[in-house]
């Protein structure tokens, strides 16, 4: 049973869940010289095959190093970025929704220390910000999720974690025994939504606004 306590964690994946990442893949297609326009159709079409999404700059520069590339652009200054802009209309409704419901709220990703630094700077009033780098761990590894239970305080049964992707997300979370909420969003999002897996997600929906009603539903089920 899902309680509304304030030891629980109600984590949201970062990335996509939280911000458009319309206008940092913008850049990166800049960096490569490349129309925004493909950039795009070759990521979408990776992501429609199941491949890793990185493969979409090998497309373009094979032996594309991704940390090299970060590190190249920030000496010219133009390090990955993002603002209050770039996040989703829903997320600061829902997260004050959430907090005033008595969640422990956090926001944890596959995210560089950088990226962590912008996300903090973003005002969010949650509880908790944590990063893949933070951690020395990635999604979909056991050891995130075990760094994110540690995080939470409380066991697996009482964190309710929200993301974007499948293979990412929900899946390897389900497996860590966490309550599992699938959101519609973004290219990930859209290509998941249709998949049978997605299923396996306690809850599923298409906006943050949602998860509040949801998440107390759940618990008087």
């Not at 913008?26 to 010289?33: K, Q």
Request: with cysteine; glycine share 8%.
């Amino acid at each position: 049973m899902l309680a509304l306590v304030r030891s629980q964690l109600d984590a949201t994946a970062a990335g996509e869940t939280l911000i458009d990442e319309s206008t940092e893949y913008g850049t990166w297609a800049d960096w490569l010289g490349v129309p925004r326009h493909t950039f795009s159709a070759v990521f979408g079409q990776v992501i429609a095959q199941g491949r890793d999404y990185r493969e979409t700059f090998q497309h373009f520069r094979p032996g594309f190093d991704l940390a090299t590339e970060r590190r190249r652009r920030a000496e010219v200054g133009i390090a990955e970025h993002f603002n209050g802009r770039d996040l989703y209309p829903d997320v600061r409704e829902c997260f004050a929704e959430l907090k005033a419901a008595g969640y422990f709220v956090g926001v944890a990703g596959n995210q560089t220390a950088r990226a962590g630094r912008l996300l903090r700077e973003l005002n969010l009033g949650v509880d908790l910000i944590a990063t893949s780098d933070d951690w020395g761990a990635e999604k979909p590894s056991r050891a995130f999720f075990d760094a994110l239970i540690a995080s939470a305080g409380c066991s697996p049964a009482e964190i309710a974690y929200v993301g974007d992707r499948l293979d990412n997300d929900i899946l390897p979370a389900a497996d860590s025994g966490l309550i599992t909420v699938f959101i519609r969003r973004g290219p990930w999002g859209y290509f998941y939504a249709n998949q049978p897996e997605v299923r396996r997600a306690h809850l599923r929906i298409d906006s943050l606004r949602e998860l509040p009603a949801q998440l107390k539903a759940l618990n008087a089920a």
